[in-house]
């Protein structure tokens, strides 16, 4: 069987299928999961280092399919980035990326993150369509 191109749709539609078998204890399932974390967890210390981030309290946001869906993932790369930066605080967020990105804009000119800001923000979220390539190539 050969394969052009495996797009981020096709990865993120096999991601949850993936993880299943995996919790259910599927050794392939796990590798798969385990392999992914060592691949992205090596870059991860890079950038780590890199920025000099080993001793920060900073958060480190989970985005994307896999790492947002996958608690065999996610924990598995939150353990290597721990490693280097064992103060890094690891975090699932229930808001969009995109809405990440408006909260950073207000914060930036000035507007203070209540409690209540960050609910509207929760729901008026719900009304925004995620985005998705119709390629193949992701």
Not at 15 to 40: C, F, N, P, S, Y
Not at 89 to 108: E, W
């Amino acid at each position: 069987l050969y394969v052009d191109r495996i797009g981020r749709s096709q990865i993120a539609a096999a991601a949850g299928t993936v993880d299943e078998e995996a919790m259910k204890g599927d050794r392939v399932a796990i590798r798969v999961l385990e392999q992914a974390a060592d691949d992205l967890g090596e870059l991860l210390v890079e950038v780590i280092r890199g920025i000099g981030f080993e001793d920060t309290d900073e958060y480190m946001v989970a985005t994307g399919s896999v790492a947002q869906g996958s608690s065999i993932f996610w924990n598995l790369l939150c353990r290597i980035a721990h490693e280097v930066a064992p103060r890094l605080r690891p975090v699932q967020p229930n808001i969009k990326p995109v809405m990440g990105a408006c909260l950073l804009a207000l914060r930036d000119i000035g507007v203070e993150w209540t409690p209540e800001l960050l609910a509207r923000i929760e729901q008026t979220q719900t009304g925004v369509p995620c985005h998705q390539s119709q390629d193949s190539g992701g």
